[in-house]
């Protein structure tokens, strides 16, 4: 049976139960699955019949997520992952080999990055970084051995926003593979697919998740692509445990009341805070200052659970401000019930130079709150608080 909604697509897909008649998916706790017969396990081996066979290859619980999140972002089909840069990494390693380019947004993560940068050119591939202010002139980036486009939208620190439905066509008219990481956004609030995406890649440790247990990532796609990332993987081994699959398969299942919690409390934070005197500024992608708020709210549902914002005094303001917070967590996650503060320019994005972090608007007394599900009031307290106290 089919649903319209995505609420009732991230309940009710599931495999069929068990002849236990359970209720609730259970968790499939083995390396590998028996044959009925020597014929079988060869046809299994040959791909000529489907069915389950080592769980680094499949397991009825990646199984099940992948089919809820494939149904939710509108892709073919897909891969999961033991992390989201395993995801990052398999979904241009599977798909590109030695002497091939790729053309990014300059707005990536810092491990991302790290990829680009140091990893992959030691296999003879390159890469090209181009402004999202600039989009329109990527066509001047692009070499005769480009074969991807990898873009983050909304970007991480940054919230940048791409305009899915060019760079796709743009993409297509360039014979590139467009990779789109939507992790800030998750399949809820956009599906990069739906406007032409060929990859679409999740950490799905983050908002998947939502409550900071365990680590996980999705590769989702194009069949014809698909198939050789899952080819790499398979091979590769980093394999999505049985166990966060099921807790991930789940946690799906309440993605889209947490997030619309996640957005509404975010929201309410970036309008009271706009004007701080304390705040040089307040990013966030439905706050209408926001540079492509048009495009935000073309693109998305909500503006998503993730604010910037830049604090008047730098570095030395950024962290007084961090250690005076009494409830917001202070870690390096994001997507998680509980509100977390993070420093990019030290942390997650400190690898960059700092004229590659100043490029795409890390600025040291920038900090990046992903708001969680506690009472806006209370969060809006501690921030406010913190920022008193940090003078």
Not at 91 to 113: E, K, N, P, V, Y
Not at 119 to 136: E, L, M, Q
Not at 198 to 210: E, L, R
Request: charged share 20%; aromatic share 8%; hydrophobic share 40%.
């Amino acid at each position: 049976m089919s649903y319209k909604n995505f609420e009732t697509q991230a309940i009710r897909i599931a495999d069929s139960a068990s002849d236990q008649r359970e209720h609730s998916a259970p968790i499939y706790l083995s390396s590998s699955f028996v044959f009925d017969s020597a014929e079988q396990a060869r046809q299994m081996f040959a791909d000529e019949i489907p069915g389950n066979i080592y769980s680094r290859y499949a397991n009825p619980n990646t199984s099940d997520l992948i089919s809820k999140v494939c149904a939710a972002e509108g892709t073919e089909t897909g891969v999961s992952t033991a992390s989201g840069m395993a995801a990052m990494f398999g979904s241009m390693a599977a798909l590109l080999s030695q002497g091939d380019h790729i053309l990014a947004s300059r707005s990536l993560f810092g491990s991302t990055h790290q990829l680009l940068t140091r990893v992959f050119p030691k296999w003879g591939i390159d890469h090209t970084y181009g402004d999202i202010v600039d989009i329109a002139n990527w066509d001047k980036l692009v070499r005769p051995n480009t074969k991807m486009i990898f873009i983050e939208t909304p970007s991480n620190p940054g919230l940048e926003i791409i305009d899915l439905g060019y760079i796709a066509d743009f993409a297509n008219a360039h014979n590139l593979i467009l990779v789109v990481d939507n992790c800030f956004a998750t399949p809820y609030l956009q599906q990069p697919a739906k406007w032409g995406a060929h990859i679409v890649t999740h950490s799905a440790t983050k908002y998947i998740d939502g409550q900071g247990r365990v680590l996980g990532g999705l590769i989702l796609g194009k069949k014809e692509l698909i198939d050789d990332v899952q080819f790499f993987m398979r091979h590769t081994g980093p394999s999505l445990s049985p166990f966060n699959a099921w807790v991930l398969a789940k946690s799906m299942e309440t993605l889209a009341v947490r997030m619309d919690r996640h957005c509404e409390n975010a929201l309410k934070i970036a309008e009271y805070f706009q004007h701080s005197q304390d705040i040089e500024t307040v990013k966030y992608p439905f706050l209408p200052s926001h540079p492509q708020y048009d495009l935000a709210k073309k693109q998305m549902r909500h503006g998503g659970g993730i604010i910037t914002l830049t604090l008047k005094g730098g570095l030395n303001r950024a962290q007084k401000f961090i250690d005076q917070l009494q409830m917001i967590t202070v870690t390096a996650n994001l997507g998680d019930s509980r509100s977390i503060i993070t420093h990019p320019a030290s942390t997650t994005h400190s690898k960059l130079t700092e004229e590659e972090r100043e490029r795409v608007g890390i600025h040291n007394g920038l900090v990046r709150l992903s708001v969680g599900l506690e009472h806006v009031d209370d969060i809006i307290g501690d921030i406010e608080k913190a920022l008193v106290l940090s003078r």
